[in-house]
């Protein structure tokens, strides 16, 4: 073979591994296009004309970032002027705040970190996979991206969700390791809701019996939530602002941070804490203490870079609870969560976002 013949044939050897390495490049940027929601075609409109008209951003940077209140679920075990003490830190950040954290809640670190691992798996998954109608054996719908009524990067919501009802985990039977993970973990969480909620209810003289009596263990619900980065984090969300319909959330959340709340009529940062798990109030038991306890409006931020995890438990009542304040003069209508959530669905599909517990007043 001539020098000339060889150096051909050592240059298309390079060439061939350069090939094969720009196609296992390829292989891997189309495998980890492919989970992501199609977010540019689906809101392509939405896009175009946010770039055209040059929108105002609707989250910008140097919000003040602040720690929750920290309570201390260990001091309920002590003396009972220690555990007075407690319930009472909760109910003042209830009124004050509407949210706060709680370490030594009983739930293990294994069990979260087990929790986060499978969350992971299921966002990983191929996006036409987890779009389909019986995604997991689960009611359509369960898995939601975007937002579809969204008519402005304003309302759009630049994240992905399974929302699963407690009552549809048994439809999990070929997913084991999800769904028993699930089930201990919604177990827990309930277990400290109901705690909790209780706890709170003695500073209002609510009965004893009140939750469990009104909120069975199916009742609740499970959203998991993946923000992916988004190019545009200062022009839009990774939740747009909303207030939670339930009694109590529970979320567990990762170190990177988004979640924000109005403070004062400001919003505000909330420095993550991946030790803590973080408690906010419902409009439901805004509703039942008489506008004593706050459900606050809160929102996630976009994150340019980095993904973000959180997984929140929705401590709900059964479908026909009729919700009515704990003391007259009421500030609120009495109403079944059935009426609630049909008054929801009326608002959102007219004016593309939840009205809440306005539509209650008297």
Known sequence: MSL?????AKGDKVNTHKF????????????????????FEKYKAILQSSANEKEKPST????????LPLIDLSHLNLGPLERQECIEKM???????GFFQ???HAV?????????????KVFQQPFDKKSENNFLNLSVQSYRWGNPLATSLRNLSWSEALHISLKDISKMDEYNKLRSTIEEYAEKANFLAQRLAEYLAQNLGIKANYFQENCSPSSSSLRMNRYPPCPYPSMMFGIIPHTDTDFLTIVSQDQVGGL?????????????NPKALVVNIGDFYQALSNGVYKSITHRVIANQETERYSAAYFYCPTYETVIESCSKPSLYKKFSFKEYREQIQKDVKATGDKVGLSRFLL
Do not use: T, Y
């Not at 670190?109 to 087990?114: A, C, I, K, Q, T």
């Open 4 to 8: 000339h013949c060889q150096k051909s």
């Open 20 to 39: 094969k390495a720009d196609i296992h490049q390829d292989r891997e940027d189309s495998e980890a296009m492919a989970i992501e929601p199609p977010f």
């Open 60 to 67: 910008v940077e140097g919000f003040e970032e602040l720690e």
């Open 91 to 97: 109910g003042q950040a209830a009124i004050e705040w």
């Open 102 to 104: 709680i370490v030594n």
């Open 108 to 120: 293990p670190d294994e069990l979260l970190n087990r929790l986060k691992q499978e969350q992971i």
């Open 260 to 272: 924000q709340l109005k403070r004062n009529g400001r919003w505000v940062s909330v420095k993550p």
